[in-house]
């Protein structure tokens, strides 16, 4: 399940650091390269040669312990596909939230371009400080991921929130991550993305600053999870994803044709485009020329496409997003409703956020009802959790 891949598992100074070994011992069985780098508190826990002889692999421990022409943090940063800081102290949690780089581990973290996952172990008092939520907090608004704490009893001998979550967790969380999870092979997915602009004359159009960074995310998420993408999108400026088949369109008709055309034989369309609602009553054929005074346009409403996808949808998964200025769950949950959709991923829009933006605040609402309140994070996270409830939806649909 994780054969070929890259993991470097840095340890740190607490109790929980013998169970790490148990982490590397299940990650290299299924198939993982691990290396450890361990901070100077974690080898007064446990020692190196441990590390060593469970991983097959130097353990690495100094910044300055320069091998050949190789600098260690960089080589290991860039050659890794994921980090696990397990276990993850209050100190190392505060240092990379500062960006401090003053030992192996930090350096390499701060030098690293892969996904990094955190799995903090702690006393509660140290985990319910303030100063290391807000750390986490920041840490998670720059992509970090985090699993655990759980609660239980801890190693001082209190009960509380802060135990390190267990290392089959941890290795469950890793092939989340990085293991060749195809649970959605076999399925064809549409995605919108973008705005759409409603042209009022051959130079001017009614539009709203949709990136189309949100739809994109959840294109290559369900390309790297087996599904046959495509992907209709209004204009953004970015790149289409490689491996998906990618339409760009200009307007909500545009748009609702693209979708139509593709409905048939797909079994999921996520639109997370900012269709329009609304268009001008007729695109004038020449400039409409400035002069003083208003100007008065008449609106009629663009198609809507995902109500016309609700009406005929059958078993397929239809996914929404609410954009809300107020009443946020409540107009999210109507629109659920109305439009018959499976799930609705409700944002809100407040001084320009979340347009633009990598990250987002959502809140899923499921069709029973559950609503799932996320963090603020990068929106390639938000999609990966939309993924899971629509993989979740296939797998009831099948059950039922
Ligand atoms: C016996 C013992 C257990 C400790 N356990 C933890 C722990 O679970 N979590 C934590 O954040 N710090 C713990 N500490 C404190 C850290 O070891 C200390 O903050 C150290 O500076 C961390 O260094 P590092 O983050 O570079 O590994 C413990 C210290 C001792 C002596």
């Known amino acids: 399940m994780l054969k070929g891949k890259e993991i470097i598992l840095g340890v740190t100074g607490s109790i929980a650091c013998y ?20 901070t100077d508190s974690a080898k007064q826990f446990v020692a190196p040669l441990t590390f060593q002889t469970i991983s097959c692999n130097p353990v690495h421990t100094g910044v300055f ?48 371009r892969s996904k990094i996952l955190v799995v903090p172990a702690m006393n509660e008092g140290m985990f319910r400080n303030p100063i290391l939520q807000e750390n986490i907090r920041k840490l998670r608004r720059h992509g970090f991921l985090f699993a655990g704490p759980s609660k239980g009893g801890l190693a001082c001998g209190e009960e509380g929130e802060g135990r390190m979550i267990e290392p089959s967790e941890i290795v469950d969380e890793v092939v989340k991550l990085i293991g060749a999870r195809q649970d959605l092979k076999g399925k064809k997915v549409i995605v919108t993305a ?16 949709s990136s189309g960074k949100m739809g994109f995310a ?6 790297d999870r087996g599904a046959e993408v495509v992907l209709i999108s209004g204009p ?8 998906v088949r990618y339409i760009p369109v200009t307007s909500a008709e545009q748009m609702r044709n693209a979708v139509n055309n ?14 329009s609602d609304w268009e001008s009553s007729g695109c004038a054929a020449d400039k409409i020329k ?15 496409i995902i109500a016309g996808l609700g009406r005929k949808k059958g078993k397929r998964v239809l996914v929404g997003f609410a954009l809300e200025t107020n009443g946020l769950i409540k107009n999210a949950k109507i629109k659920l409703k109305e439009k018959n959709l499976d799930l609705v991923v409700a944002n809100r829009a407040s001084n320009g956020y979340p ?21 603020e994070l990068p929106k390639s996270e938000i999609a990966r959790k939309i993924i899971d409830k629509i993989v979740n939806i296939f797998t009831t649909k099948v059950r039922n």
């Open 236 to 243: 953004v400026g970015i790149k289409a994803p490689q491996g």
């Open 262 to 275: 593709a409905f048939n034989v797909c079994n999921a369309v996520i639109m997370s485009a900012a269709v």
């Open 65 to 112: 312990d320069i091998k050949e022409y190789n600098i260690e943090h960089v080589s290991l940063a860039k050659k890794a596909e994921l980090i696990v800081i397990a276990p993850a102290t209050a100190n190392v949690i505060s240092k990379m939230a500062s960006g401090i780089a003053d030992d192996l581990l930090t350096a390499t973290v701060l030098a690293a």
């Open 19 to 38: 169970k790490a070994v148990e982490v590397v011992s299940r990650l290299r069985k299924l198939g993982a390269n691990v290396n450890v780098v361990m």
């Open 218 to 223: 959840l294109a290559e998420e369900a390309r």
């Open 194 to 209: 973008g705005p759409t602009r409603e042209f009022i004359d051959p130079v001017r159009f009614i539009s709203n600053p």
């Open 290 to 304: 400035a002069r003083e005074g208003p100007l008065e346009l008449k609106l009629n409403r663009t198609p809507d």
């Open 355 to 375: 347009f633009g933006s990598d990250t987002n605040r959502v809140v899923i609402i499921e069709r029973s009802g559950k609503t799932t309140e996320l963090p």
